[in-house]
């Protein structure tokens, strides 16, 4: 993993080492603790920031014959480390095996690679870097210029409120809005948590306009603080007409712990959905919709360990047929707002790309976009894939680039592994006579994918 990693043509390497690898990074959709960025927090060791909360890693740390005592239980922090390098070597082809060399030569100057043989000699090190590092400084490190965090509707934000009145903080943090629990009617805890939303609201709940309007509070607080993007995770893509009367009885129902048919559920999931979709429309925000993803599909260790914890996967029946009268239900309710689609299937990258072209319009370049490879295709070839396929069917000089969808501060390193796989493909292009290999355009071209499209479809006030 030298200096060209990845970087397979000159055309590859003058674009990388002359553009992209300068340019600061935009994280517009992650996991990170708003409140360790608040406190400044520091790291123990690094088996706390490199492992802590992965569930990446824990996959292939199981997948690897490892116990889970160490993957998410009570071993001791160093006997952690040891045990994912001693499947690091196992790796080859798995993105992780490239994401974790990056973040250990970027984060802490290790080279060499990471085996149960030098693990105990890297820990060392890592540590002793480690004491000179803080949430905010590794930010800094990897040229972070702004990012948004995902928080649920009734968060308080407070921790969003001290970054912001922070006089030292020089990195624009800015919350997400997730309203997952307040869609996903057919999920347990859903009742419980519209209690607590009328709560925070102060507002009877009794209907599902109520639901809309108490989110309608939350979207205008959530302004307040400097929101900018709305994010919306759906197992699956769902449509039916957005009826009131039928996604009020649906509610009704869920409300009185009775499981309403599919029909209802995503009537009520589309009415509720579709009505946000028209609040951020006005006040200028992007939606971002992920689906396809196959929930807690291991139910003894989702009792376990609970979500978030590596037992997801991908969704062959996404529901990706839906995504057009989704939209049009949006259109024809007077709210599509700028819109960024992901399945987490990636057969259904070509039908994304064309769903979206029938919804472009209103003078905003790449007004709705296909996302970038999500989750399980944030490897080499799921990018090569989806860059490719919206390249084909779309308008690529508009597409809005990377994320790092992690809740850890060493992830950035994704930027740069997605940075390299677009120089590497562009240069392909470019040398097999496809594209002009014009250094002015082409430099233009990749900026404004790594960075200067994020910058303007979002709005962030950074230069």
């Not at 992209?20 to 400044?40: G, M, R, V």
């Not at 994912?84 to 973040?103: C, D, Q, R, T």
């Not at 028209?278 to 929930?295: D, L, P, T």
Request: proline content about 4%; glycine content about 8%.
């Amino acid at each position: 993993m030298d200096e060209n990693f990845l970087l397979s043509t000159p055309t590859a390497e003058k674009l990388y080492h002359g553009t992209a690898k300068k340019l600061p990074i935009i994280d517009y959709h992650c996991h990170i603790s708003p409140q360790e960025i608040a406190q400044d927090r520091k790291f123990e060791n690094i088996s706390q920031i490199w492992l802590g909360g992965d569930h990446y890693k824990w996959r292939v740390m199981r997948a690897g014959g490892i116990t889970e005592d160490k993957v998410t239980g009570d071993a001791p922090d160093r006997e952690k480390f040891r045990a994912f390098a001693s499947v690091m070597p196992k790796l080859m082809g798995n993105p992780i095996y490239h994401w974790s060399h990056l973040e250990l030569l970027r984060g802490f100057g290790v080279e060499e690679p990471l085996s149960l043989e030098n693990a105990d000699e890297i820990y060392d090190k890592c540590n002793e870097v480690l004491k000179g590092y803080s949430a905010r400084s590794l930010m800094r490190k990897f040229h972070v210029r702004a990012l948004c965090t995902t928080d649920d509707p009734i968060d308080s934000l407070e921790w969003h409120e001290k970054i912001k009145e922070d006089p030292t903080m020089d990195i624009q943090v800015l919350p997400a809005f997730r309203p997952d629990k307040a869609v996903n009617i057919d999920k347990p805890g859903f009742a419980e948590y519209i209690g607590e939303l009328s709560k925070v609201t102060g507002r009877k709940i009794a209907t599902a306009e109520d639901v809309v309007e108490a989110l309608y509070g939350r979207i205008d607080y959530f302004g307040a603080h400097g929101c900018l993007c709305a994010d919306h995770g759906l197992d699956y893509c769902m449509f039916e007409n957005p009826d009131k009367m039928d996604a009020g009885r649906a509610f009704s129902m869920a409300m009185e712990g009775m499981l309403p048919d599919k029909k209802l559920v995503d009537t009520y999931k589309t009415f509720v959905v579709a009505a946000c979709a028209k609040k951020y429309a006005q006040k200028n925000w992007v939606m971002q919709i992920h689906f396809g993803c196959i929930r807690n599909a291991n139910q003894v260790q989702f009792a376990s360990l609970g979500p978030d914890t590596g037992y997801d996967a991908i969704n062959s029946q996404s529901g990706v047929e839906h995504v057009a009268p989704l939209l049009n239900a949006f259109n024809e309710n007077g709210g599509l707002p700028k819109t960024i689609l992901y399945s987490l299937n990636p057969t259904d990258n070509t039908a994304l790309a064309t769903i979206m072209a029938c919804f472009q319009g209103g003078g905003v370049p790449g007004k709705i976009q296909q996302g970038s490879a999500w989750w399980f295709n944030d490897n080499r070839f799921g990018m090569r894939s989806q860059l490719t396929e919206l390249a084909a069917n779309g308008v690529l000089g508009c597409f809005v680039g990377m994320l790092t969808d992690s809740r850890s501060f060493l992830s950035y390193t994704r930027h740069e592994y997605f940075r390299r796989v677009l120089c590497e493909l562009i240069g392909e292009w470019v040398e097999s006579g496809q594209y002009p290999a014009d250094e002015g355009v082409l430099g233009k071209f990749v900026s404004n994918l790594c960075y200067q499209n994020t910058r303007d479809f979002f709005g962030f006030e950074v230069l």
